[in-house]
């Protein structure tokens, strides 16, 4: 019998998270019961068997599996309200940026499997990086837990000490990524192409490169050395990349971020 799932905040990440399950087969959309605060604003298209609703008590207690996806500083008015209900057969699953396991069991009140997962809005389309970290599981929940984000993208499992770097890396490089997609698209239309053109050669080249590194195992300056020609135009546009920052001011973004979760 499949799993009963609840993702407790249907947001951006929240419904992605939905959307990748059911595009995976993971789960039933009718599996997946989605709460939110206010139930007419929900971020994405999903299947109308998909249940929605305000109340987190009785989501929770329906579930097997509860996925927390709300803000960080929503965290612990949810667990409060839904650790009575929690069961040491359920599985939680949180997604929440600085919550770490420890955090999530002293709220959850009862010794049950608790799991960070880190992914990415990729999870939607099913090409999402998860970082994982588990306390309190047996290898079969972690199986469960690793399968269901293995079929929504790669998975890494790591220690709790790291999930931080994994936010980082993982979740707001996305958006990195899509930075750097973005000015290339501007580059692309002083250089002549209308924006539409721009956007599609710059979205699949830097899927191209992304998967040159995960198909061939090697490091960007191995797949780099074979696009820069002696003499070339890649080579003077890549120092003049890096005379202005380049690689420093991403290296300095990254290192940002991270400082600001452990500020919060
Ligand atoms: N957006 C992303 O790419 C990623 C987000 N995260 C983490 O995931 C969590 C959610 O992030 P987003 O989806 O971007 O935020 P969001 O603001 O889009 O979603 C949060 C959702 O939680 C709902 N919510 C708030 N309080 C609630 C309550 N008491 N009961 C039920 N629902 C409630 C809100 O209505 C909202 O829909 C955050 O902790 C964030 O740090 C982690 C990795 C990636
Ligand atoms: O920006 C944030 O705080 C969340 C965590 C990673 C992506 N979005």
Same mark, same amino acid.
């Given at each position: 019998?499949?799993?009963?799932?609840?993702?407790?905040?249907?947001?951006?990440?929240?419904?992605?998270?939905?959307?990748?399950?059911?595009?995976?087969?993971?789960?039933?959309?009718?599996?997946?019961?989605?709460?939110?605060?206010?139930?007419?604003?929900?971020?994405?298209?999903?299947?109308?068997?998909?249940?929605?609703?305000?109340?987190?008590?009785?989501?929770?207690?329906?579930?097997?599996?509860?996925?927390?996806?709300?803000?960080?500083?929503?965290? +612990?008015?949810?667990?409060?309200?839904?650790?009575?209900?929690?069961?040491?057969?359920?599985?939680?699953?949180?997604?929440?940026?600085?919550?770490?396991?420890?955090?999530?069991?002293?709220?959850?009140?009862?010794?049950?499997?608790?799991?960070?997962a880190m992914p990415n809005?990729a999870v939607?389309?099913?090409?999402s990086m998860t970082c994982i970290?588990?306390?309190?599981?047996?290898?079969?929940?972690?199986?469960?837990?690793?399968?269901?984000?293995?079929?929504?993208g790669k998975v890494a499992?790591i220690?709790?000490?790291l999930m931080?770097a994994a936010t980082v890396l993982g979740a707001c490089g996305t958006?990195f990524?899509?930075?750097?997609?973005?000015?290339?698209?501007?580059?692309?239309? +002083?250089?002549?192409?209308?924006?539409?053109?721009?956007?599609?050669?710059?979205?699949?080249?830097?899927?191209?490169?992304?998967?040159?590194?995960?198909?061939?195992?090697?490091?960007?300056?191995?797949?780099?050395?074979?696009?820069?020609?002696?003499?070339?135009?890649?080579?003077?546009?890549?120092?003049?990349?890096?005379?202005?920052?380049?690689?420093?001011?991403?290296?300095?973004?990254?290192?940002?971020?991270?400082?600001?979760?452990?500020?919060?």
């Amino acid at each position: 019998m499949s799993q009963k799932i609840a993702i407790i905040g249907g947001g951006n990440l929240g419904t992605a998270i939905a959307q990748g399950l059911i595009k995976s087969d993971f789960c039933n959309p009718a599996d997946i019961t989605i709460t939110k605060r206010n139930l007419s604003t929900l971020k994405g298209e999903l299947p109308k068997t998909v249940k929605i609703t305000d109340d987190n008590v009785k989501a929770a207690s329906d579930s097997d599996v509860i996925i927390l996806a709300v803000k960080p500083f929503q965290v +612990e008015g949810v667990m409060k309200t839904i650790a009575p209900v929690l069961t040491k057969k359920q599985v939680l699953i949180s997604v929440i940026t600085g919550v770490t396991v420890s955090d999530l069991k002293e709220m959850a009140q009862i010794e049950l499997p608790v799991f960070r997962a880190m992914p990415n809005t990729a999870v939607a389309i099913q090409e999402s990086m998860t970082c994982i970290s588990y306390d309190n599981a047996t290898d079969k929940q972690v199986q469960t837990v690793t399968k269901m984000f293995n079929t929504v993208g790669k998975v890494a499992v790591i220690d709790d000490k790291l999930m931080d770097a994994a936010t980082v890396l993982g979740a707001c490089g996305t958006a990195f990524a899509l930075r750097y997609v973005r000015a290339n698209i501007q580059g692309g239309i +002083e250089i002549g192409f209308d924006a539409k053109t721009a956007s599609l050669i710059a979205a699949q080249t830097v899927k191209g490169a992304a998967e040159l590194l995960l198909s061939n195992n090697t490091h960007p300056e191995q797949e780099i050395d074979k696009v820069t020609t002696p003499k070339g135009c890649t080579i003077v546009g890549l120092n003049e990349m890096e005379h202005r920052g380049f690689s420093s001011s991403l290296i300095r973004g990254v290192i940002t971020s991270y400082k600001k979760i452990a500020k919060d």
